[in-house]
């Protein structure tokens, strides 16, 4: 999957928050999360992925410039596989993010169970 940032990732490096994330936050509660109890500093070399309690939204955090920006991505079907204990993750490659990011539910699967149709792609 190529990433809307994919162009610039050379040399990043991307850290996952481990369990579930209150989505109700907005960015600065996310920055707050990777300040306090991520315990990381904001910079341009940094990925920061949260999952929802749902685990149908993930959230990107990144510093870009003086400025941060943060992508989400919502799911219809299925739910991200997210590592819940501490152990399970820290700091991922790259590449484990593209795995991330792919759909649960291929989307083939989808259209051939009826479940999307042509209409709802477009929303």
């Known amino acids: ?8 990732l050379t040399g990043k490096k991307v850290f996952l928050r481990v369990g579930p994330s209150d989505f109700r936050r907005g960015i600065r509660g996310m920055v707050s999360l990777v300040v306090g109890a991520m315990d990381r500093t904001m910079d341009e070399q940094s990925l920061f992925i949260f999952c929802a ?15 941060i920006w943060m992508c989400t991505r919502v799911i ?17 490659t790259v590449q484990e993010l593209r795995d991330l990011l792919e759909d649960p539910v291929p989307l083939g699967h989808l259209k051939a169970c009826g479940k999307v149709s042509r209409m709802e792609l477009h929303m």
């Open 1 to 8: 999957m190529a990433l809307p940032f994919d162009k610039k």
């Open 53 to 67: 309690t749902s685990r149908k939204q993930i959230r990107i955090v990144y510093c870009e410039g003086a400025g």
């Open 76 to 92: 219809r079907y299925g739910r991200y596989p997210w590592p819940m204990d501490a152990k399970a993750a820290a700091q991922i």
